[in-house]
């Protein structure tokens, strides 16, 4: 079975400085991977996603994903956050079927101070 | 904002009340899906449609009754709801293979969901 796991739930930098939100997954095929945002009171939306071409993802504002099948990893990064990146972020794998189901992390919660 | 719409945005309801959500997608998107966000739970798939067709109920109560009635509106009629299903439901949708040839995944995209909470 699919899953995912965000190891930590909430993560903390100061704004200017770099942002890793770290994501390991557990797939028995060649999965595809995403990253969501959740701005308070919004819903989800998608950053990026990587689905078996470059290992070295871009999203959206800056955000940038490394799939490293190996370390069966999938961490978040970008070079020097924002205080409009204060949100919670969830790592998503699909659970493989024809369907497309997602199984969703439970989310890091990251926040940015000044 | 999202070409998925939801409303109402918040609704607050009584345990013997009846109401219902509405989802519309302006993507032209087969598939769409309900999910119960709960406060440090992870996201919980409920409802699953294709093609206006359901595929998939993850254990759902039956006070929670799913309605496609076509492949751009989907609603969720709620009765005799308890307080523990007091959440943020989304609605969301996607491109879904036809379920013959292909194991593809594409994105979802989500509406801003219902807070709902039932007293």
């Known amino acids: 079975a699919q899953s995912v796991t965000q190891l930590d739930s909430h993560v903390s930098v100061s704004e200017g400085t770099p942002v890793l939100l770290r994501c390991n997954y557990s797939s028995s095929y060649s999965p595809s991977l995403f990253w969501y945002v959740q701005h308070p009171n919004k819903g989800l939306q998608l950053l990026l996603k990587?689905?078996?071409?470059?290992?070295l993802v871009k999203g959206i504002n800056g955000f940038e994903a490394e799939f490293k099948k190996s370390e069966t990893s999938f961490h978040l990064t970008k070079p020097s956050a924002h205080m409009s990146d204060a949100a919670e972020y969830f790592c998503?794998?699909?659970?493989?079927?024809?369907?497309?189901?997602?199984?969703f992390g439970k989310g890091t919660k990251l926040s940015v101070k000044p | 904002e999202t070409g998925v719409t939801q409303t109402p945005r918040h609704l607050v309801m009584g345990m013997t009340n009846k109401k219902s959500l509405k989802c519309e997608q302006h993507l032209g998107h087969n598939a769409m899906y309900w999910y119960k966000q709960s406060a440090k739970k992870p996201l919980e798939l409920m409802f699953v449609?294709?093609?206006?067709?359901?595929?998939e109920n993850n254990s759902v109560p039956s006070r929670f009754s799913p309605e496609c009635p076509n492949s751009s509106h989907l609603f969720l009629h709620l009765h005799t709801l308890q307080p523990e299903d007091s959440a943020l439901y989304l609605c969301?949708?996607?491109?879904?293979?036809?379920?013959?040839?292909?194991?593809?995944?594409?994105?979802?995209?989500f509406g801003p969901g219902t807070r709902l909470t039932v007293t």
């Open positions: 969301a949708s996607s491109h879904q293979g036809t379920g013959v040839t292909t194991s593809d995944s594409y994105e979802q995209y």
């Open positions: 990587y689905t078996s071409a470059a290992t």
């Open positions: 998503v794998v699909s659970d493989g079927g024809s369907q497309g189901n997602l199984i």
């Open positions: 449609y294709n093609f206006k067709e359901q595929t």
